[in-house]
């Protein structure tokens, strides 16, 4: 990714997967703004921290349950975790490794994909 000089704040679509090689994937949204997360999918909530320069971010999130289901497993579990994340950005996307402190400390890829500016 070519870099720019800090991470643009911006409305985000994102992907999860399953960082250990399963097939368990999610997708749902980030609002970046000014160093702060926030989002959600079907299942959780996001707030977090982030900080970036020169192509390269990191930062911090906590996923909170807003809707139980039967039917579905949520891909960060039925808890509130704590996820921390590092990874490289460019104006239009963004890529990170993340582990949350769900039991076995679990590891996940997140890719971003600007949807409009904030």
């Known amino acids: 990714m070519g870099a720019t000089d800090r991470m643009d704040n911006g409305l985000f679509f994102v ?3 399953a960082g250990d090689g399963g ?8 609002v970046l703004r ?3 997360i926030l989002g959600g999918d079907a299942f959780h909530y996001y ?8 192509g390269r971010w990191s930062g911090e999130f906590t ?3 807003h809707t139980r289901s039967d039917l579905a497993v949520p891909m960060f579990g039925e808890h509130e975790v704590s996820v921390t994340f590092s990874g ?4 239009a996307a963004a890529e990170v490794e993340a ?3 769900a039991g076995g400390a679990p ?12």
């Open 63 to 65: 996923t909170r349950i």
């Open 23 to 30: 097939r368990a994937e999610s997708g749902g949204v980030f």
């Open 107 to 118: 590891r996940y890829r997140l890719s971003l994909r600007r949807i409009a500016d904030a």
């Open 99 to 101: 582990t949350s402190s």
């Open 88 to 91: 490289t950005y460019d104006a």
């Open 15 to 17: 992907r999860v997967q």
């Open 47 to 54: 707030v977090g921290i982030f900080t970036g320069a020169e």
């Open 34 to 36: 000014n160093g702060r």
